[in-house]
């Protein structure tokens, strides 16, 4: 018999715990503070810190920054509000670093 193959997945760069399903990647084209970044429809295994404002590339939204919740390695962030409505689509979205994520099951 093959060899029985899981979800692909994102997990942590510095610990392993699993945050994210390739399946639930909506864009790559997004930039996070230290490059590159993938826009997901939902993450797992991780904590929400306090919201706050902040002016990124596409205007004004407050988001709050999401941490591994195994190793508290901040990740990326969640989008909680935009103020431009050619930027609701974000609403509830997570911005994983692609610095801060590995792949796994590829």
């Given at each position: 018999?093959?060899?029985?193959?899981?979800?692909r997945l994102y997990s942590c760069c510095n610990c392993r715990n699993h945050v994210a399903l390739h399946d639930d990647i909506i864009?790559?084209?997004?930039?996070?503070?230290?490059?590159?970044?993938?826009?997901?429809?939902?993450?797992?295994?991780?904590?929400?810190g306090p919201k706050e404002d902040r002016n990124l590339m596409t205007g004004?939204?407050?988001?709050?920054d999401v941490y591994c919740l195994d190793c508290h390695e901040v990740l990326g962030w969640k989008y909680e509000r935009a103020y431009e409505e050619s930027q609701k689509y974000k609403e509830g979205k997570f911005i994983l670093e692609k610095s801060k994520i590995d792949k796994e099951n590829w």
């Open positions: 018999m093959g060899e029985v193959v899981g979800p864009s790559k084209a997004f930039q996070g503070r230290n490059g590159r970044a993938f826009l997901f429809s939902h993450a797992m295994n991780v904590s929400i004004l939204h407050t988001v709050a």
